[in-house]
């Protein structure tokens, strides 16, 4: 008998859980707020849902309810991304040892 | 060229691997920044994979590339001008639009399965089907509670928990519909189940979010962190997403791992602090009658001689702290203090501030090296060989209460052990209880000091006297 493609994909979630919670353990306490903000850049990655839902069916540009929510959702995820990684980026700067000569 | 489905799902699996990478480089500030662009290099592969699949390239194209670079442009935006001291309220905004994307994507893939091989109208997969509700109700409670979450931490919306009669009864059956309404959406495929379960789930996300108060909001944002996390995975099942799936799954487990370290500074349970309330209570009366009991108060040259002549002095930071934007006159202060060559030390409590490592942000962005920052466990026994702690801006974790009185609701909550310390300086604008509405002990002590001032101004201050 076959095994259906969901039990896999079921494997693999379930696994990732495991993962998830070994490295955010491992994360130092100071840096829990980077970890929010990456963890909310890197699920933005529904952006990828989002593209195939505004490009879906259609190659005229009458776009149908789907398409367009599907544009809204790109933009929305977009802002998370680009916010997200970029501010992640800026407090990361800022954490700094400190310097020896002192 | 439209790229194989097996080759594009290989690639989002890297790009699952480098989001695993990304949070794994969080372990310390040095792999730190590598670790964001590890994010960086899996975001990319993802979103160029995905155009690549697809391939057939119409008009919408441009209006794809449009919407993302709107979208990107206001996000750099954002990220370039926002305060370190916003950071709760940025946090809580971002997953208000995960949480809104997740609805978009599901809303979009229930009116046009086809799209996403998930069958036609009316015959949707029912495994689909099932994911698919999930992923957008939790999308949408994701949503509206977060937008609260945001208003409440924006001083938009009070602060102080909304609580009426039957709240409990009436969330439990509203959860209780979700359920009935998708196994209705189920069997019969009829959209008008599949709004209505939209709109409960908005509503639910409202009122989950309204009874917590103010000072619990680093557990709130951490629980919707978790539940953007379920919703991206929910939507990633439907669409067979194995990069969508993994991140899903770290994000939620994250969240949920940040919601729990939280709880337990507070000694309080996930569920007490979800059904919410919490220092809405009346003052009790043996408390009110404390507040007649004499306060040594000081000034700026007081608080200067206190430590100039100490040798160690820990600095303790809360909430107050952000309000008053004191972090860089703090360091100021340090900076002058240890050209006296004073040692000085910074002690953070789990649940200091409105979300998780607020206060380290706010150090770091005043320069304050992250190796003179210390969490409670480490420093909590140096208290007791310390010349002055100088608390600015907290009060609820220093509270002796919490070991000495049973009564108290902060009893067994673990806090800094601020009253071993010789001598100890309250920066506080009065005397007024903290969030807990609980008075304070150590206001009334022998060798505590009381500075009442905003932060800022009183740091400034003391740094002049030195």
Known sequence: MEIDPFIFRLSIFILSIFIGYYVVWSVTPSLHTPLMSVTNAISSVIIVGAIIAGLAGNSDSDFTISNILGFLAISLAAVNIFGGFLVTQRMLQMYKKKKKDK | ?466
């Open chain 2, 1 to 466: 060229m439209i790229m194989s489905a097996n080759l594009s799902a290989i690639f989002y699996l890297i790009s699952g691997v480098l989001f695993i990478l990304a949070l794994r480089g969080l372990s310390s500030p040095e792999t730190s920044r590598q670790g964001n662009f590890f994010g960086i290099l899996g975001m990319t592969i993802a979103i160029t994979v995905t155009f690549l699949s697809i391939g057939s390239f119409s008009t919408g194209l441009i209006y794809v590339l449009i919407f993302l670079l709107i979208g990107g442009l206001i996000g750099a935006f954002i990220a370039y001008k926002i305060p370190m001291t916003a950071m709760p309220e940025l946090v809580a905004g971002f997953h208000s639009l995960v949480g809104l994307s997740a609805v978009l994507v599901a809303i979009s893939a229930f009116l046009n399965p086809e799209a996403f091989n998930l069958g036609s109208i009316g015959n949707i997969k029912l495994a689909s089907l099932i994911e698919m509700s999930i992923g957008a109700a939790i999308g949408a409670i994701t949503f509206s509670g977060s937008i609260i979450a945001f208003l409440k931490l924006q001083g938009i919306m009070s602060g102080s928990p909304i609580t009426f009669r039957g709240q409990h009864l009436l969330n439990a059956l509203l959860l209780i519909l979700i359920v009935v309404l998708t196994y209705l959406l189920c069997s019969t495929q009829s959209s008008n189940f599949f709004w209505i379960l939209l709109a409960i789930s908005f509503l639910i996300g409202f009122l989950l979010i309204i009874p917590i108060g103010g000072a619990d909001m680093p557990v709130v944002i951490s629980m919707l962190n978790s539940y953007s996390g379920w919703a991206a995975a929910g939507i990633g099942f439907t669409l067979e997403n194995s990069a969508l799936i993994i991140t899903g799954a770290l994000v939620g487990s994250s969240g949920a791992i940040l919601s729990y370290i939280m709880c337990k500074g507070m000694n309080r349970s996930f569920f007490n602090v979800i059904l919410g309330g919490f220092g809405a209570t009346e003052q009790s009366e043996s408390s009110r009658d404390k507040e007649h009991r004499p306060v040594k108060s000081g000034n700026a040259e007081d608080a200067a001689f206190l430590m100039k002549n100490a040798s160690s002095v820990i600095i303790v930071p809360g909430y107050g702290m952000a309000v008053a934007q004191a972090q860089h006159a703090l360091r100021e202060m340090v900076d002058t203090l240890k050209k006296n060559d004073i040692k000085v030390t910074y002690a953070i409590h789990p649940v200091a501030g409105r979300m998780p490592g607020h206060m380290n942000v706010l150090l770091a962005e005043a320069n304050v090296p992250y190796d003179e920052v210390f969490e409670l466990e480490e420093i909590n026994n140096d208290f007791a060989n310390a010349d002055v702690a100088f608390v600015i801006g907290a009060n609820d974790v220093t509270n002796p209460a919490a070991k000495s009185d049973p009564q108290s609701p902060i009893y067994g909550m673990p806090i800094l052990d601020v009253e071993k310390c010789k001598s100890v300086l309250f920066v506080k604008r009065s005397l007024s209880p903290g969030y807990a509405g609980i008075d304070n002990d150590l206001f009334y002590k022998e060798n505590t000091l009381m500075l009442f001032a905003d932060a800022k101004k009183m740091t400034e201050e003391i740094t002049k006297n030195l």
